[in-house]
């Protein structure tokens, strides 16, 4: 028993103290973006005037209900006098490492030594890269690990608990609790019903309850979208099967982020649940794990339809829910290599191999790189940016530093919530001392201040954490757990499976057009450099200049990268540029000219133009691109029908002096007509969703290549020639 909760207290020690490295590093003292509205506004200011009513923590805020979330900030408010996003965040830590601490204690309760050794470490490395760092470093968050605790208690006791006893009952109101986290949360009941119905577990309360659960997330979820602000829902929400398919098969795929990758991820879980199929006498623990995938495959669908529209790629905060997916496909690929000793051996080899090379190149590069790269080398000049915005506003009452752009987007978008917020009578004491004008001391400062010095002893915790588990592995020769039995069957849906799945992504490939051109870069060359588009085209800058005047080449902010190699552009070593740049002429041989853009070029100083000239060189006229300012990449359809035959040159204007000042061209294309350029329009949109055609390819050739390998080997050997 000592081994066990050792097990779990260094699990938890280490999760803890991981994210507390991420706070210490990284968070910053003021509230901003959400709490000023769900927490400050709605919950806090009503407190403060008693007026606050339980019907506020109730309120949707987006498709959620984060009851939980404004409760917590509410009680450290009344109890502890503080709304301090630094307390909130490692207390949060706190719910994390028990989060990741109940995992391991199931795991060490249900397999032996090395197997739950091995997936334990599996959680502690999930529960502390910085991958989530939005999860670790915004108070506000404390609806993540609340949503993972109660979902897995619920998932967990739904099957480990006999049907109608205490456990299982505490297990439906911990189902019911999670509802009151994410919107998305009605799917851990529903993959209870799911899972239970899919293995004939016996019982139907088990199933029934979950249905009835499900049903009033469901409800709680639609009624919160109708009262979502419809140009936040249309600007979100996935607008087309193509947009959807992209982002599902990128979060399924998750931490991986080559196409494709979701059918080798989730591949040991879709053939465990096959082993499971109408098999009543199946292992829970079984269960759970299926359970478990599911869930996190509807968090995967959930995401890419409510965030598919504004953005096909990972979310920090949804890493941790994605998470527990890979522990799911974990402890299903070892169900499977157990399994394989009396099966087949080395595919099983293969597969763990492969899986574990792509779960460890996904989360380095996911932890590493991107937005959590780009996140840590700019937190403390947010931070900055936060609080000197409220500590200004508090020292004059001039709402200026709040209306500033930079405040805008760092702190709040709406100034006059803020300044309401913190004209509120004993608001401020709430807040960190650093905040304060004249530093007055509170009666919550000394719970900051212990809160602040366990942060920064992070390094001592990480190795008590450490030194903790290693212990309780050793204990736990002792009184280890048994295999949870598994007797592996051929499955005939197996092969007819696999050949519907290879069938339908092969179909759903026909949505894109040109569906088997799977090259991105021979469809950007189409698009950007198709082979009658102006050749051998040179920029150079015409005014005075510290600058290389002909390194005009690729300079534009443009992601992917190679996007920049096809266009020329102001960004010349940063955005400080101000000056001219004109190209080489060109003769003028269509009645339209369509030129790829991208930048500031419709804005005060800066322009995008062509310039007409005559035979000898002389300046005829000058046509000026009408915008708008594009989010990337935009066409311009010049009319040149009066100047055919004469010669032009693409001129770039950048005079502007802030940040956002570039222009960039891509060589002209003659065109027929204006109608090219909206192709161009629709075929750049389309791009981001191009992940989800090349997945579905190789889904499609995966599957099939899979359900042959399925069929061959359950052909019956050949007998002996007579």
Known sequence: MAGRWLWVLGVAGVVFAARLREIHLHAGETPFKDQWEAEARQILVPWLEGKLSWRA????????????????????AAWLGRWDPQLQATFNALLQGCFAGVVAGWLRRSLPRWPAFGLTVLVVVLGSLPFSWENSTWGFQSHTPLALLFVFLHLHGSFA?????????????????????????????????????????????????????????????????????????????????????AAFLLQLGWPAVWPGACILLWLPSFLLALQLRRRAQADNFDRVVVALAVWAAAQAAAFAFARGGGYIGFVSRYGDLLALGVTANGIALWRLAQASRSWRVLPAAVLALVWLATVAQGLQLISTRGHTEYFHER???????????????????????????????????????VARVLDQPGLVELLPVSLRPHAARTRGD???????????????????????????????????????????????????????????????????????DFSAEKRWQALLAPPDAVRNLAFHVTTETTYPKDNLAGSAALWPDEFRNYFFGTLIGGADFTGIAESSPFPITSPWLIIPFAGYP????????????????????????????????????????????RTARVVLYDGRKETESWVAAAPPQPAGSPE?????????????????????????????????LAAIAALPPRGPKP
């Open 602 to 645: 419709v804005s005060p100083g800066n322009g995008l133009r062509l310039r007409i000239e005559d035979a000898s060189g002389d300046h005829v006229e000058e046509l000026s691109c009408p915008g708008p300012n594009p989010a990337d990449i935009d066409f311009w359809a010049v009319d040149v029908r009066p100047f055919i035959g």
């Open 379 to 417: 937190s403390e000049r947010w931070a900055q940016i936060r609080r000197d915005a409220v500590r200004q506003y508090l020292a004059t009452r001039d709402i200026a530093r709040l209306s500033s752009a930079e405040a805008r987007s760092e702190l709040y978008p709406n100034p006059e919530v």
């Open 161 to 245: 608990r006999p049907a109608g006893s205490t456990g299982w009952w505490l297990a439906q109101a911990a189902g019911l609790a999670a509802l009151f986290t994410y919107g998305s949360m009605w799917a851990a009941p529903a993959a209870v019903m799911l899972t239970a119905l899919w293995t004939a577990a016996p019982d139907r309360r088990r199933w029934m309850a979950a249905a009835l659960l499900a049903a009033v997330g469901l409800t709680l979820l639609i009624s919160a979208r109708v009262r979502q602000d419809p140009g936040l829902t249309q600007a979100l929400t996935a607008h087309t099967p193509r947009e959807f398919l």
């Open 57 to 76: 923590f109730f309120t949707p805020h987006n498709e959620h209900v984060p009851a939980w979330a404004r409760l917590l900030a509410w009680l450290q």
């Open 676 to 708: 090219i350029a909206a192709e161009g329009r629709r075929d750049r949109a389309l791009e981001p969703t191009r992940f989800g055609q090349n997945s579905l390819g190789l889904i499609a050739l995966a599957a099939l290549l899979l359900a042959a």
């Open 446 to 516: 000394f719970v900051s201040a212990v809160a602040a010095r366990i942060r920064s002893l992070w390094e001592p915790l990480v190795a008590t954490g450490v030194i903790i588990l290693l212990l309780g592995f050793l204990l736990a020769g002792r009184n280890a757990a048994p295999e949870p039995p598994f007797t592996p069957a051929r499955d005939p849906w197996l092969t007819r499976v696999l050949v519907l799945l290879g069938i339908g992504s092969g179909s759903l490939v026909f949505l894109w057009p040109k569906p088997l």
